[in-house]
């Protein structure tokens, strides 16, 4: 059975009732849908989903259009075997754990090149203390002069929030 495009919009209503996903998130499954469907698949042949798995999950690690695509084939197929069928048989693209995303920091000139350039003092008092402490911009506002005492450590002359 082939698919119409118009499906997207039943789809996305069937998300919104059966399913307690963020609008994002079914904002997300009716692209990958969208995309899906433009290759004309049938919806009823498990190859056709695991060949759009292999290309786009596998092969570009969009990991969310298994999840979708499976959404998608729980929706489309009214014939709980068929649906079954597609379901188990999907291809689950690996996740890859391995991969170690190190953190970048800009080099201290840059930092302060960036502060200075800020309009407003107190935005430029918030960023030297986000800086300096990496306390978020949310508990520096919610800071008090009260709260900020002076104070001797190790010779030297510090701040204590």
């Not at 391995?98 to 350039?117: A, C, F, G, H, K």
């Not at 306390?135 to 001797?152: H, S």
Request: with cysteine; net charge positive.
């Amino acid at each position: 059975m082939k698919s119409h495009m118009m499906d997207i919009a039943f789809f996305k209503e069937w998300l919104n009732e059966k399913r307690m996903i963020a609008d994002s998130t079914t904002h997300m499954y009716c692209e990958a849908v969208e995309r899906f469907l433009k290759r004309n698949p049938d919806v009823d042949k498990l190859e056709d989903y695991n060949n759009f798995i292999i290309e786009y999950s596998i092969k570009k690690r969009c990991y969310s259009y298994y999840s979708a695509l499976k959404a998608y084939a729980e929706f489309k197929n009214n014939d709980a075997t068929t649906r079954t069928r597609i379901i188990e048989g999907m291809i689950r693209p690996p996740i890859h754990d391995d991969i170690i995303m190190e953190r970048r920091y800009l080099p201290e000139e840059q930092i302060i090149e960036v502060i200075n350039s800020l309009e407003y003092t107190k935005h430029r008092v918030i960023a030297l203390i986000q800086t300096l402490t990496g306390v978020r911009a949310g508990d520096v506002m919610r800071l008090k002069r009260d709260n900020i005492m002076p104070e001797e450590y190790k010779g030297k002359l510090v701040l204590r929030m």
